[in-house]
């Protein structure tokens, strides 16, 4: 299920307009950019299934992105992610954080569903399965 949601978070103009903005303030030519942006919504994807599934999913959305990490900070989360992001796409972890710090408040909010209804879709990405 988050494999689709990372992959339809990517595919949205949402998801284009993120990584032609890393690309241009991380430096970064647009294929790195592009790997950098998947990398980091697969890592929140990873996350959030490692700690509970659907479960952690509407707890972290319903009180934020600490909810993840059963009670671990954001910053705890993000150097996670950075480091999975330095992993899948051989960037350095220096510019991996700055991605995802970047990145990532962008494809949470599209998670809980902001970005998915300024696409007409009410409701976001996960629809009626958070209530």
Request: net charge negative; no cysteine.
């Amino acid at each position: 299920m988050l494999e689709g949601i990372v992959q339809q978070f990517l595919g949205s103009s949402k998801g284009a307009e993120l990584i032609k903005a890393v690309s241009e303030k991380g430096g970064l030519v647009e294929g790195d950019a592009k790997k950098a942006v998947e990398a980091t919504a697969e890592g929140a994807g990873e996350a959030i299934s490692g700690s509970g599934g659907l479960g952690a999913i509407a707890g972290a959305l319903g009180g934020g992105l600490g909810g993840l990490m059963g009670g671990g900070s954001t910053d705890d989360l993000a150097k996670t992610i950075a480091a999975t992001v330095a992993s899948k796409t051989g960037l350095s972890e220096e510019v991996a954080s700055k991605v995802v710090s970047f990145a990532l408040p962008t494809i949470m909010e599209h998670l809980k569903g902001g970005a998915g209804e300024s696409e007409g879709k009410k409701g976001g990405l996960l629809g009626g399965l958070l209530g």
